[in-house]
């Protein structure tokens, strides 16, 4: 799918970011449309989560904006997220410890909880005949993940790819308009990658993602559209094959090691 004739969902705008003295961001800019995948890559320490964290409203940047379809996004934080249409994974694992996979995926499945707690947990009244909706719909999606049989189960008992499947299933179980995922392979290997990498495709055609990624195979094979970070700038933007071709993109990922000349 092309990225360039639709009106993007999410958008960055000359993003600028400082930490002390330290430029984390300069200048960035980025847009995800709808029904496209898009890869924000660029070696450790590039700016990666920091630019996710603006986009999130976890960090304000000190110039630029954020713009969701269309309109400016002022003072943003994440449990608006939600509310939206935004739903995100963070690095790591995120699953509440105290709360089965299942009611995990219950939280993500109400837009209104925003992550948060849901007062339908609480045994609030009027919230029954949603959580039962919302429990039918929570199981079908464990199920497409090929994870039902942990549903009750406590998270931190389970197998590390079994937590990260269930955090993307609470992720996408509300079926938001964008996607954004904070290395989501990391710590997995082989064929859950594969697996992962054709999940988030699927997700590609139903709605916007924005996959932060540092393996760039799994990123190369799966993005319509790939913007290339080194030290707080991008230095690259482009389809899968030109940041493949571009010699600055690899420059920064084997910085010295790189042998002038050796690859073309
Ligand atoms: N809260 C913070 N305070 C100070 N420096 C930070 C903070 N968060 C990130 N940094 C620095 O900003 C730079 C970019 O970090 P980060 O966005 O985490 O990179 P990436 O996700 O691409 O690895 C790094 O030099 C990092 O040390
Ligand atoms: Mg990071």
């Known amino acids: 799918m092309t990225t ?8 960055a705008e000359g993003v600028t970011v ?42 304000r940047p000190q110039q630029g904006r954020v713009v969701w379809k269309g309109r400016p996004l002022r003072g943003h934080r994440p449990h608006h997220l939600a509310g939206l249409g935004i739903a995100r994974t963070l690095q790591g694992l995120n699953l509440f410890p105290g ?25 609030l009244g009027g919230y029954q ?4 909706r919302l429990r039918d719909k929570a199981m079908a999606v464990l199920e497409d993940f090929g994870v ?12 590390y790819g079994v937590q990260k499947r269930a955090a993307l299933a609470r992720a996408v179980v509300a079926e938001p308009e964008l996607l954004m995922l904070d290395e989501p392979a990391s710590g997995l290997s082989g064929a859950d990658i ?32 790939i913007v290339v970070l ?26 010295a090691s790189v042998r002038e000349g050796s690859d073309d």
Do not use: W
């Not at 495709?201 to 993005?223: K, T, Y």
């Open 4 to 11: 360039t004739t639709l009106a993007p969902l999410l958008r």
């Open 18 to 59: 400082r930490f002390g003295g330290l430029l984390a961001l300069g200048d960035v800019g980025l847009a995800v449309p709808p029904g496209t995948v898009v890869g924000l890559i660029g070696p450790n320490g590039a700016g990666k989560t920091t630019l996710f964290n603006v986009l999130s409203g976890v960090v």
């Open 99 to 123: 709360l089965s996979v299942l009611d995990n995926v219950i939280v993500g499945a109400d837009r209104l909880a925003g992550g948060g707690m849901p007062a339908m947990l609480t045994g």
């Open 129 to 132: 005949r949603d959580e039962r």
């Open 148 to 159: 039902a049989d942990a549903a009750h189960a406590m998270p931190q008992t389970l197998p």
């Open 194 to 225: 594969t697996e992962l990498g054709d999940r988030i495709r699927a997700f590609g055609r139903r709605m916007g993602v924005l996959l932060v990624e540092h393996h760039m195979d799994l990123v190369m094979g799966i993005c319509d559209h």
């Open 230 to 255: 080194n030290f707080g700038e991008v230095i690259a933007s482009g389809s899968p094959a030109v940041i493949r071709a571009d010699p600055a993109v690899a420059q920064a990922y084997l910085g």
